[in-house]
DNA sequence: GTCTATAATTGGATAGAC
DNA sequence: GTCTATCCAATTATAGAC
């Protein structure tokens, strides 16, 4: 019974290991090359297993695209940095701008991006989650702080989901966007930056309190 | 000499029409389903002819689908409308914003930039002509149009080719942007022409001369 | 659970007749 | 130029041994 037991957690942990390990050389592929583009061999191949034992934990490969994406974004830190306090409107737009930039200079989070929206039509409920998990938080979070500053007397906007998004894609249409249609542009941080406080100027242009 | 002078003429127009009909089938394919999904036998039979038909006339699949995109970029419409004359901010910027809007608006807008990000990193300079022939006219237009205000004393502004992508990216972001990540959302006209209002607002308060 | 070996299908690309 | 027929490589997925 010890023996039997101990065989079965040992097997347990391997099949755990292995599974990991099919996880991450699929994160990798997929996200460097595409859906169509990556075989479960070659999957298999980089995981050091073979590929029927790929199948044993993904029937399809389409379920491991999905659980892949799934497991992504739980690594991504959504919620970081929190409200900054109300009082100072140019101070807390920076704060979250900047967040929100960083978030998009990364290059998982370009990768992400060109995959999902390349199968978005085969997998509408990955668009759907990508928009909610990378977006939304920066729209929630600043919908608090906006909120606050209005409170305060500091801001004044009607329509807040709105702006918003004006907010955002005066930073999103520069720093990201244009780096899906052209491999290998860079953004510099001091381009960020620039882009980031000018935002914050036009919105504190439009949106303050007079 | 008459004879097979007429013969090679109706060669030469049976080949053109195959090879449109190819074009054809091709572009409708590879916008709905991507460049990895459209095999060619596909695109034979969509087009009505044999695979080898295909292949006299692209050597290779990749060349099928860049002269495809070449071709679609013929198409578009690039510089329509004009430079409105300057004298009336508002006006001029209402309706270079709502002509932007009406080209993200378009679905075979939205497809191809869906395809081409997909293929950026397969097909670089594909990407780079997207974004000069989708972007570039509209920011070239709204640069000389922003020049002209600017010498008429109306606008005051010191970065120009940041302040025409925050204008562009306001609407950008809510209009064109989110359709990638979710398929079938639709944005009415009701809500286009609130955005483009919007963006001309927020992009006077920043930039109007005092 | 994992592996080796393989089935079944499909894809890009070509040879040769007309 | 176009077609029929086909080659060859790659891919998803499974069967059966350990």
Redesign the pocket.
């Known amino acids: 019974m010890a023996v039997s037991k101990g065989l079965k957690d040992y ?2 942990r ?2 755990g290991e ?2 990991a390990a099919v996880m991450d050389a699929a994160i990798t592929l997929f996200l460097s090359d595409g859906y169509d583009r ?5 999957v298999a191949k980089a995981a ?6 790929v ?3 993904f ?3 389409a379920d491991l695209f999905g659980g892949i994406m799934a497991r992504l974004w739980e690594n991504e830190a959504t919620g970081e940095g929190g409200v900054p306090p109300a009082g100072d409107p140019r101070a807390g737009l920076l704060q979250i701008g900047r967040d929100y930039a960083a978030l998009l200079q990364r290059q998982q989070t370009l990768d992400l991006y060109r995959v999902i929206i390349a199968e978005a039509p085969r997998f509408p409920e990955l668009g759907q989650e990508l928009h909610e998990r990378g977006k939304k938080p920066y729209l929630d979070r600043l919908r608090v702080y906006l909120i606050g500053e209005i409170e305060a007397g500091l801001l004044s906007i009607d329509d807040i989901p709105l702006a918003k998004r004006q907010f955002l894609g005066m930073i999103n249409d520069v720093v990201f966007w244009p780096r899906l249609l052209i491999v290998g542009l860079e953004v510099t941080p001091e381009e960020t930056e620039k882009v980031v406080a000018a935002a914050v100027e036009t919105f504190m242009a439009a949106y303050a309190a007079r």
Chains 1, 2 share one sequence.
């Open positions: 097997q347990d391997v099949a292995k599974r990556v075989s479960l061999e070659a050091g297993v073979s590929s029927a034992t199948y044993k934990h029937p399809t490969k």
